[in-house]
Each structure stands twice: as structure tokens, then as C-alpha cells.
């Protein structure tokens, strides 16, 4: 868990970290829980690999610098959504809305809802995976 002053250092090195990496982020937001972000994936990289560079670096780099009291490392898995062109204007505002919306609606709420609407499936090690999509 990330405290609120934590949350905006990893937003910060988050965004710093995409741009070394050339990989535009359009915008991100960190919670206490989880973190969205909207990236323009290159097309020499997976969405897994994106995952696993950016979880692996934000831990690495939280933990150098003492970020949070104790060890730090993000949960397993991930969640990723593509998004079309007319749409990214939409899911900028509602990740730019996420300390609101968050009042309303916990993380588990908000992702059970994303499993039904989408048609998602939850595997063994908890992440999702489409189906018929």
C-alpha cells in the first residue's frame, strides 16, 4: 500500500521512466492499490513486457530510495484495456478522476464491474483474459 505523498513520487518517476524508456504515457495515476496509465505501446514491445519493465522498475526504484517503510513489491498480474483514438480523451478524464471516483467505488468493485462489462474471465493466478473478443 502506497501512501497518498508516495503515490505522487511514483507518478512522478512513472512518467519520467516511460519518457527514457520511449514509450508515451499520456497520463497515469497511482493509488494506495493500484495504478492506471495510458500508454501508447511500441510496436516492439508486449503488453506484458511494458507490465513487467514498469512494475519491475517502480519497485526497484521505490525501494532505493526508501519510498514506503519496508520492502516493496506490486501484487501479481495486471490488467490491460486497448483503447481507439477517438476514445483516449474519455479514459484520460476518467483516470484523471480516479481520487473522486475512488471515493464512490473500491478498486475490486470498479474491476469486478470491468469483468463483467468486458466479458473477461479471471484465470488461476488472478488476471483476465478476453473471451470471444
Do not use: C
Not at 483516470?95 to 473522486?100: F, H, P, T, V
Amino acid at each position: 500500500m502506497l501512501p497518498p505523498s508516495a503515490a505522487v513520487k511514483v507518478s512522478k518517476f512513472l512518467s519520467q521512466y516511460a519518457e527514457e524508456k520511449d514509450i508515451y504515457m499520456k497520463i497515469n495515476f497511482v493509488n494506495a492499490e493500484h495504478v492506471h496509465a495510458l500508454i501508447d505501446l511500441p510496436t516492439n514491445m508486449s503488453i506484458e513486457d511494458a507490465a513487467k519493465l514498469f512494475k519491475g522498475a517502480s519497485s526497484h526504484w521505490i525501494n532505493e530510495n526508501n519510498i514506503v517503510v519496508g520492502k516493496f513489491a506490486w501484487g501479481r498480474g495486471y490488467g490491460a484495456f486497448s483503447v481507439s483514438q477517438s476514445e483516449v480523451p474519455r479514459v484520460s478524464k476518467y483516470i484523471a478522476d480516479q481520487d473522486e471516483h475512488h471515493r464512490i467505488k473500491s478498486f475490486a468493485e470498479e474491476y469486478e464491474r470491468f469483468v463483467k462489462v468486458y466479458g473477461l474471465v479471471w484465470r488461476e493466478e488472478k488476471t483476465v483474459e478476453t473471451v470471444g473478443r
